[in-house]
């Protein structure tokens, strides 16, 4: 009997190798940004290898150990590439030609132009299947009857990118705390009659600063707050905060890839996010257009309103 499984493991393994040298693959390049900066990169890819049927190899990126894509997803190793007979790293930007059975491994560049269908039931529970926890999580508890809203601000806890440059090329990941405060209003408005929690989530080194600002701009004591306390970096508490945001009922956030990938996997109900920027007088770049998205069984209904 032992024998007979040796012969059949061996067979199996003859068999992988002779398939992966007709089939091609799909691989991508990392882009040394931040957690969402490389759930875009694979989410591309992962794209790419639904509508082309293509084998997806999975390359590492930080954090992604924790998550099922280390047990779902085929691992990409150096030596893979030997397996091919050509290695075709896609354009950024024009048509794409793939074939699944030409030998080819296919690299799709972090800044590819491709446009994901974000409405496909399929790829959306295909990305939540594989960005999903490997291990258990300690969430934020969000207390029981308030309205809960998750704050996504983002403002360089001490990542080494996150320049004034980078700030002002990139108006839209960067806002503001005024902006977050005027949409913690806007919800206060739009539930009059209930009380809310609002969970602070940032790398501020000091997010009892932001709280306390908050607190003081509102004014109003049908809203609450709540942030972690200590530790807070561009560097900590990553997948919590990020698996946290997804269970809140409404979601503020930057033009962020981190709060976009909460957006898109979870159950918030409702998400404003700045959508567009115009430059001032003294050409300072301000948000002039909010969006404010709410979700119902027929999917997201996207309102904006002009505020500048």
Known sequence: MRRICVLFLVSLVQCVYSDSAINSAITYELNGGRFGDNLRSYAIAKWLSLQYNLPLLYLPFPYSD?????????SYSIEADGGFKDIVY???????????????????????????????????????????????????????????????????????????????????????????????????????????YVHIFTDHPQPAELAQKFHKTLHNDRVIFGYREVGNSHKSYVLEDFFSMMDFDCLVRPGSHFSRFVERLGTNKIVIYPYSVKKNSQGTSVIDVVAVKTRSVKGWKTTKYVIA
């Not at 924790?66 to 085929?74: S, T």
């Not at 291990?135 to 996504?152: Q, T």
């Open 66 to 74: 924790e998550l099922m894509i280390a047990e779902l997803e085929q």
């Open 90 to 196: 896609l354009p950024s930007s024009r048509e794409l030609k793939l074939k699944n059975n030409n030998n080819a491994l296919y690299v799709s560049h972090w800044r590819a132009r491709v446009k994901l269908d974000w409405n496909s039931q399929v790829f959306v529970e295909q990305l939540r299947r594989t960005i999903a926890p490997r291990y258990h999580i300690d969430k934020v508890a969000i207390p029981a009857g308030y309205l809960s809203v998750a704050v996504h601000v983002r403002n360089g806890g001490g990542f080494v990118v996150d320049t004034e440059q980078e700030k002002e090329r990139c108006p839209l990941r960067f806002v503001p705390e005024e902006f977050f405060i005027d949409q913690v209003a806007r919800i206060a408005d739009m539930f009059p009659d209930q009380s809310i």
